[in-house]
């Protein structure tokens, strides 16, 4: 992914397809500045010339292995509470909790993470879920926890250890729906992304071994509607009536946030032209230049590598007086 800007309002190869970066308008002084930035258009990081994967950062979801309450490890080996999840008015009976891992009435679950995890009824609208103002038990006021934000130039991914099959009196084709959301301005729970787990013999051919299933968040865009909003978690029964009956397990619920690389702040000193290069700290570029976008990666100039220490390094080209020039950032091992 490419993303050229053009700078000032002054269009270069490509650019009627990407959003324009509007500098201030410049005064008397800044006359030579403002010429050479009105001439030049620099290329975002460009996702196609990486050598290396992302490192991502674990965002911390308050019991999101289930571990809390404790649960006795003995008979019924199972509660209906969980701190920190709210849970979806349930309809008759409770239908969520947490069990311990003990081996009733079968072996144990061979990759639960710690004692314990939770169970879901399948039945229509059955769900947990957390988010900075959920309420989870008997509580009044949301606890404020979770306090993680969709961040511009950020993507995310949620992941979560899931049985099924008949071995839990599940149905065929009977579904369960983990998402990311955030609410608007109504309080109103608003999907970013979500997976659905359709139950079936060949998916979950045992009911000891936990299978991950992920939902990923592309970077967030400033234009987006939950960009800078608190993300929330949800797992729901989506099950239809006529295929209700028997439950799921679930646990260890994990989100991970990967800063995407990114050029920005552009600006001239002294006649050269600078940015800052964002990523995950730690990370190592090459920087490439090119007055022709469409060029091979192969025929653009290396200016140099940097180690980008904490997250944000400011880079000189050493070039003056340009008239048009596109830059990429290329991760290294």
Request: aromatic share 10%; charged share 10%.
């Given at each position: ?81 969980i701190e920190y999840w709210q849970k979806s008015p349930q309809p008759e009976d409770p239908r969520t909790g ?191 230049a090119s007055t022709n976008l469409a060029s091979a990666l192969s025929n653009w100039t290396s200016l140099g ?29």
């Open positions: 992914m490419l993303l050229p800007r053009t700078i000032r309002g002054v269009a270069g190869p490509g650019a009627s397809r990407h959003e324009t970066l509007n500098l201030p308008q410049a005064g008397p002084a800044d006359s030579r500045a403002a010429l050479i930035l009105s001439q030049l258009v620099v290329g975002i990081l460009a996702l196609a010339g990486w050598t290396a994967p992302l490192q991502a950062g674990t965002i911390g979801i308050p019991n999101g292995s289930f571990e809390s309450p404790l649960v006795p490890p003995v008979s019924p080996y199972a509660v209906l509470d947490t069990f311990n891992n003990a081996p009733f009435p079968a072996s144990f679950i061979d990759n639960c993470d710690g004692d314990q995890a939770a169970f879901i009824f399948a039945f229509p609208d059955v769900a947990l879920f957390q988010d900075y103002n959920s309420i989870y038990g008997t509580n009044t006021a949301p606890s404020h926890a979770f306090n993680a934000r969709f961040n511009v130039n950020s993507a995310y991914s949620l992941t979560l250890g899931v049985i099924g099959g008949t071995n839990t009196a599940l149905y065929e084709g009977a579904t369960l729906r983990f998402s990311l959301y955030y609410r608007d301005a109504s309080s109103n729970i608003v999907t970013v992304a979500a997976t659905t787990i359709t139950n079936s013999a060949q998916l979950f051919p045992t009911n000891t071994h936990f299978v991950d299933f992920s939902v990923y968040v592309p970077g967030v865009q400033a234009t987006d509607s939950w960009a800078g909003q608190n993300i929330g978690v949800q797992i729901a029964s989506t099950v239809s009536s006529d295929l209700a009956g028997g439950y799921w397990d679930v646990d260890n619920a994990r989100l991970t946030e990967t800063v995407l690389p990114a050029l920005t702040n552009p600006r001239v000193t002294n006649s050269q032209f600078a940015f800052t290069l964002e990523s995950q700290p730690g990370l190592r570029f090459e920087l490439l590598t940097l180690t980008n220490v904490t997250g944000t390094a400011p880079f000189l080209d050493p070039a003056t007086n340009l008239n048009r020039r596109f830059y990429r950032a290329r991760q290294l091992p």
